[in-house]
Each structure stands twice: as structure tokens, then as C-alpha cells.
């Protein structure tokens, strides 16, 4: 977990590797249904443009079904999700009915002014459509106000690890990766 720029994806794919599961990451998944005009990415698209969140109803389903693939047997790593409170409800409900459940939360925590830097740069080189300055501003709304409170929840059930994600890239996936080995030890 982490705003928007936090480097989420990025440290998403290093872990996964690590540990040799699969990295979900629902917003990789709506922008390739919305890249290929699929019905799903046509009902996510104006959600995705406007920095809002797809409904619930929409993602939920979508991550169900990503869920029941064989890929996941031995593990899998979200990124992107839950985002809501409705969201953490039905994952636990989900996994629950399959014996299986979270056993770890990683949140990178970014300064302010370094997400908004980073998400402008790669604004400048990705083109993402939702990489626009008002776009951006109103995602780390959408986050501080809809999402940042799942932290709480998740550490009350003492899951949370948070990770200093400030500076280079491979400086950030050192503290990741030595964070999973220590968490491997004590499991
Ligand atoms: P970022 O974290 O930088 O905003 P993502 O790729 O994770 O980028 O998400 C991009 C967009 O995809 C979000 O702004 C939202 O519209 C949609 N999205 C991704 N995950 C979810 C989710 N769990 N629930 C609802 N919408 C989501």
C-alpha cells in the first residue's frame, strides 16, 4: 500500500520475484481491458481519466476472479488492492472461504513533494492518462481520504511493515527485500 507514486508497481514486481508469486496489479489490469476495448475497460475508463476509483462492485469482481487462476496456489501479491473498505471486506470474505488469508501488509511512505515529483516526471515520459496535474492532485485525495485508513485496520491485526520509500529505486527494493527476508525468518 502507498499514495500514487510511491512506487507501489515497481517494488510490486521485485517482491513478487522474490518470492515467486504473482504481482496483481489492479490498475495494470484496467489499463490493458481499457487498452483493449473490452466492456470492462470501457465501464473503468472514465473512472481511470478522472483519478477516481472504479466501483467497488467492478473491482472486486475483477480481483475474484484473478484470485480462482492456478497462478496464485503458492501466493500472490496485490498491488492496488483493497483500496476501500469495502474492498478489505470482501477479500477477507473471499480468502476466508479458501483457508487462505493475508499474512503481510506493506505500506511505502513517500514525502509529499517527492510523489508529486515523480508522478509529474513520469507524466512526462509514460503518458498515462491520468498523469495530468489536476488528476494527480485529486488520486492523492481519492487515496488520503478513501484508502490511507485501511492502514489502521490492517495494523490492528498487526500486519502492517512499513518501508521507507524515499530516494533511488534500487535503494527502496534493498529495504523491501531485506524486510521479506527478516519477515521468512521469523515465519
Ligand atoms: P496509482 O496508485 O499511481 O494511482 P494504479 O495503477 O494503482 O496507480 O491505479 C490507477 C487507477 O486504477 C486508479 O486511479 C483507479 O481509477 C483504478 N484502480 C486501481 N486499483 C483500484 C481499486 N482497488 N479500486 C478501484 N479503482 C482502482
Excluded: W
Aim: glycine share 10%; proline share 4%; hydrophobic share 40%.
Amino acid at each position: 500500500m502507498g499514495p500514487p507514486g510511491a512506487g507501489k508497481g515497481t517494488q510490486a514486481d521485485v517482491l513478487a520475484e522474490r518470492l515467486g508469486v504473482p504481482a496483481i496489479s489492479t490498475g495494470d489490469i484496467f489499463r490493458a481491458q481499457v487498452a483493449d476495448g473490452t466492456a470492462l475497460g470501457q465501464q473503468a475508463k472514465g473512472y481511470l481519466d478522472a483519478g477516481e476509483y472504479v466501483p467497488d462492485s467492478v473491482t472486486n469482481a475483477m480481483i475474484r476472479e484473478r484470485l480462482c487462476a492456478d497462478d496464485t496456489r503458492a501466493g500472490f501479491l496485490l498491488d492496488g488492492y483493497p483500496r476501500t473498505l469495502d474492498q478489505v471486506a470482501v477479500l477477507d470474505e473471499f480468502l476466508a472461504g479458501q483457508q487462505r488469508f493475508v499474512d503481510g501488509v506493506v505500506v511505502l511512505e513517500v514525502h509529499a513533494d517527492e510523489l508529486v515529483a515523480r508522478l509529474l516526471h513520469r507524466a512526462a515520459q509514460a503518458h498515462r492518462s491520468d498523469d495530468t496535474e489536476p488528476v494527480i492532485r485529486r488520486r492523492l485525495t481519492v487515496y488520503a481520504e478513501q484508502t490511507q485508513p485501511l492502514i489502521e485496520v490492517y495494523a490492528s491485526r498487526g500486519l502492517v511493515t512499513t518501508i521507507d520509500g524515499n530516494g533511488e529505486t534500487h535503494e527502496v527494493s534493498q529495504r523491501v527485500l531485506t524486510m521479506a527476508v527478516s519477515l521468512q525468518q521469523q515465519a
